[in-house]
């Protein structure tokens, strides 16, 4: 299967603890994404990456939030000192970028990440 | 800004009846349009989507949506559902002029009952 995948699928952290989340794109995807949904609502879009650049940030990312995307291929998501309003599924989809028209995102599985 | 309104929480059917699933949008400019389904424990596949031309769009699994423009509406239906739709859906939407973050419904949860 050559689709999106993160890691871990699941962690379960202590409030104050710094957690990071990895996601693999599609091999050659330019674009990768950050979301975030917590229970009963719809994903929340946090940030993206064309290639290694980072060109957009949402307000739901606080300086607590990190991400990076170092050699244009995988992400890490950082989140330090964790809050138990952290807690969520924090999904990651990557899509191939040409020029113009529409680019599918394809979503991983999702990261659940639980703050005791 | 665009929303998505999704005005059901919860869908619980019969199987092989028929379902919709509404969704309503609100955007100054225009947008594409597209259904999400996500299964327990999955990440969000895409179902259909609606770019331009027909307003009538064929997904995958024998879902359908229409696009109505003018009560800004997406709502999606089955006309005869199976116990493997059991799913959170989800519609969402993309600004033309943006490629990168999809505005997402609040989802809809369909339960299938034997």
């Known amino acids: 299967d050559t689709g999106v995948s993160q890691n871990p699928r699941h962690k379960i952290t202590k409030r104050g603890q710094n957690v990071t989340f990895r996601c693999d794109p599609i091999?050659?995807?330019?674009?990768l994404y950050w979301y975030r949904q917590t229970l009963g609502q719809g994903p929340e879009f946090l940030t993206y990456?064309?290639?290694?650049?980072?060109?957009?940030k949402s307000r739901l990312l606080s300086d607590r939030f990190s991400a990076e995307r170092p050699k244009g291929s995988f992400s890490t998501l950082e989140i330090q000192r964790t809050e138990q309003g952290d807690s969520a599924m924090y999904l990651c989809?990557?899509?191939?970028?040409?020029?113009?028209?529409?680019?599918?995102?394809?979503f991983g599985p999702g990261t659940r990440l639980t703050v005791l | 800004a665009q929303s998505v309104t999704q005005l059901d929480s919860q869908v619980p059917v019969f199987e092989e009846a028929p379902v919709e699933l509404r969704c309503n949008y609100s955007?100054?400019?225009?947008?594409?349009l597209f259904w999400y389904v996500q299964y327990p424990n999955q990440g969000l596949q895409l179902l259909l989507k609606?770019?331009?031309?027909?307003?009538l769009v064929k997904g995958i699994n024998g879902f359908e949506a229409e696009f109505n423009k003018s009560q800004t509406s997406f709502h999606l239906r089955k006309p005869s559902v199976h116990i493997s739709d059991t799913a959170e859906y989800f519609c969402?939407?993309?600004?033309?002029?943006?490629?990168?973050?999809?505005?997402f419904g609040s989802g809809t949860r369909l339960s299938i009952r034997p």
């Open positions: 091999s050659e995807h330019n674009r």
């Open positions: 955007s100054s400019v225009s947008v594409y």
């Open positions: 990456f064309q290639n290694e650049a980072q060109l957009e």
């Open positions: 989809a990557s899509s191939l970028v040409s020029t113009g028209g529409f680019n599918e995102q394809f």
């Open positions: 969402a939407v993309l600004r033309y002029s943006s490629a990168s973050k999809i505005i």
């Open positions: 609606y770019l331009s031309g027909s307003t």
